[in-house]
């Protein structure tokens, strides 16, 4: 039970960090400045909810398209990893920011922050690779809407934070994030690499 | 490879819910059935474009003596980068605003609609992998056609769908379509360095 539940927990740390929230809230926040308090709250609420319902699509939908595809663990694997490593690199060296930023005189919907701040394209595969594990769909889950709730708090914290902490602060949370995630991609290359070698014998 | 793994590589690729938006840029003057019948002339270009490709790219590769795994890793190597583009789509859009000059806008013929944006570079160079590998020669051609048969539809109805979903959508769909390019690449990668591994260089 308890092998369960740190399996559950370290999935939900996981995708947690993958999804970010501590790097992007300041992004989001200076985002949705422009807007009054409380349609700030609307934006905020309507993006998580929508970055929830990309979370438990690609968790119970993704796993059927990529068998149909014919894609290998070690593939998805690797692609994540991969991913997540241009995304890692654009936080470390935030000058040439791989997410678009631009057009934004508009109100965000869905694109930039439910996807691809909230949920990018390294958490889906997370997520994926999450729904690909035998027998772990249900802990699996149980981490996907942990980490969504963790990830919903500080998002939500987001404006407030900004006032805290300072620019400053964030950058330098942002620098620690993007270390943390380049150690994560790298280990997931490894990891895929690992499950190709082992399907060769 | 199967026929339906071929198909949806090529549909992605082809990438129509991408180009829907460039494709209404284009002809935001014209009426309803101009559009329609300068859509389905050039998607007409477009599969004529990719099938004297089918035809001459198979010959071209065979003279030059690819090997199979030169192919296999080449082709994921191509469609890696392809994928990335549309997941990360930085270094496209001065690109695209260079092709489409708004001060003079002449009604597309085969420029810039056929070619480059629905039988471009990177699908051209994709069925031409795809006829090496595939002995089955019929496979590919059932896949250019059916790949092109949904991409007509989605541009044919490009401003009805434009209109429902809206515009971020449409570039959501993109990224989530360049994530699955992406890891069809990188089994493709996979597959050539298995085959290298089993069987050494050939």
Redesign the interface.
Known sequence: MSAVLAGILTKALQLFLVLDPIGNTGIIATLIAGFSKERQRVILVRELSIALLILLTVFFVGTY??A?????Q???T??GG??FF?FSISLLFPGQT???L?NLDEEP???PIA??LIVG?SS??TVILFSHEPNMWLPSLVAVVLAWILTAIIVFLGPFLLLKVGKTGMQVAERIVGMICTLIAVKMVLKGLKL?FAD?Q | ??L??TT??MFLIMNSVGHIMAYLGLVDQLDERRRQRIIIREMFFALLIMLLFYFVGGLLLDALEVSPQTMSLAGGLILFLIA?RM????SK?PEEQQLFLPSEKPEPFIFPIATPMIAGPSILTTIMLYTHQEHIGYRVIAAILIAWAFSITILFFAQEIRNFV?R??L??VE??M???L???A??ML?NG??SI??GGIA
Do not use: K, W
């Not at chain 1, 149909?68 to 290998?72: D, F, P, R, T, Y």
């Not at chain 2, 997941?87 to 930085?90: A, L, N, S, V």
């Open positions: 398209l990529l149909a595809i014919g894609v290998s070690a593939a998805i690797i692609t991969v991913i241009l791989v997410v678009s631009r919907l869905i694109v996807t691809p394209p889906t595969a190709f060769l | 490879m199967s339906f793994t949806l590589s990335i997941i990360f789509p930085r859009q809206g971020r959508a570039i959501a990224r989530l360049g994530l699955l992406t890891m069809m990188v089994e996979l360095l298995r591994i089993i």
